[in-house]
Nanobody
Framework: QLVESGGGSVQAGGSLRLSCAAS????????MGWFRQAPGKEREFVAA????????YYANSVKGRFTISRDNVKNTVYLQMNSLKSEDTAVYYC??????????????????WGQGTQVTVSS
């Protein structure tokens, strides 16, 4: 089970940190990802991180502004979002790939999903 938190409303240029708490034994071996879905648009990849945290992968649209990290003791993955723009407004979802063959951006690679948390950026 994945539970996101930390969403909210912020002005453009501001920051938010999302958290995703995972339950179950597979967390430390999983690739964890963040995705988002804006109104009227398809769900898209944002960032992913390997089980060790040693490799991260970002969508071009967030590179340099967002940072994904994880704490395998707390079974939690984070998404630090800085320099937020109005186009970052979306529902953000945490996802888990329990048997990864690599760090992937494709939605179908992920097995488990959270319920989502709303991020609204006003200009």
């Amino acid at each position: 089970q994945l539970v996101e938190s930390g969403g909210g409303s912020v002005q453009a240029g501001g920051s938010l940190r999302l958290s995703c708490a995972a339950s179950g034994r597979s967390f430390s071996a999983s690739v964890m990802g963040w995705f988002r879905q804006a109104p009227g648009k398809e769900r898209e990849f944002v960032a992913a991180i390997t089980w060790s945290g040693g490799f991260t992968y970002y969508a071009n649209s967030v590179k340099g502004r967002f940072t994904i990290s994880r704490d395998n003791v707390k079974n939690t993955v984070y998404l630090q979002m800085n320099s937020l723009k109005s186009e970052d407004t979306a529902v953000y979802y945490c996802a888990q790939n329990r048997m990864p063959t690599g760090v992937r951006a494709a939605i179908h690679e992920y097995d488990d999903w959270g319920q989502g948390t709303q991020v609204t950026v006003s200009s």
